[in-house]
């Protein structure tokens, strides 16, 4: 199984991550950001992919130290989980509909990591969650995940399922990227996406 466990311990956080991306959507995630747990747990459950997440951050200053350390280690375990990426599919997309939104995910396992975004949001916050710091999770996703990962909202109107369909769509996208094909090739004229 294509697993990985990462921790990380700053003065700002302390985490622990899993990932199986041979899973079945089974997730254990406390972040102490609700919102951000409500998120993860859709990326997992919709991407299929085992994810535990156990985070202690110093929430009091404000989320962005959590969502950002969250989204490096979680490329992180991307990065070891796949290894040299060998048989894998490397592109996936999704265009996923949510109630009134309509949101597009594109990814490449490039090996190069890059973040397309294009998400307009109405709202600054969802409850207490700051709504720019889901660009800062998935900016910090592909820098150490080393994928290129295009999110555009196409309709929406209401911020939460604006949201929520982005981290979806992640999860769509990565599930088919991610996907086994059966043979043991690397999906590049180079040899190499790492």
């Not at 990380?8 to 041979?22: A, M, P, Q, S």
């Not at 990814?107 to 660009?135: Q, Y």
Request: charged share 25%; glycine share 12%.
């Amino acid at each position: 199984m294509r697993q990985a466990q990462v921790t990380r311990k700053t003065g700002e956080t302390d985490i622990t991550l899993t990932v199986n991306l041979d899973g079945v959507g089974r997730y254990d995630i406390h972040t102490g950001v609700g919102f951000f747990d409500h998120m993860l747990t859709g990326f997992a459950r919709h991407g299929k992919f085992d994810l535990t997440v156990t985070c202690t951050g110093d929430t009091w200053v404000d989320d962005h130290h959590t969502v950002e350390d969250v989204g490096i280690c979680l490329g992180q375990a991307f990065a070891q989980a796949l290894g040299e990426m060998r048989g894998v599919e490397r592109f996936g997309q999704s265009l996923l509909p949510m109630d009134e939104t309509l949101i597009l995910g594109a990814v490449d396992l490039s090996g190069r990591g890059m973040l397309c975004w294009d998400v307009a949001l109405p709202t600054d916050k969802v409850g207490t969650f700051d709504t720019e710091l889901a660009k800062e999770f998935w900016l910090a996703f592909t820098r150490k995940a080393g994928c290129t990962l295009h999110l555009r909202k196409v309709a929406g109107e209401n911020s939460h399922h604006i949201l929520e369909g982005v981290f979806k769509a992640a999860g769509r996208s990565l599930k088919q990227a991610v996907a086994l094909t059966g043979d043991d090739d690397i999906p590049s004229t180079k040899g190499s996406l790492v």
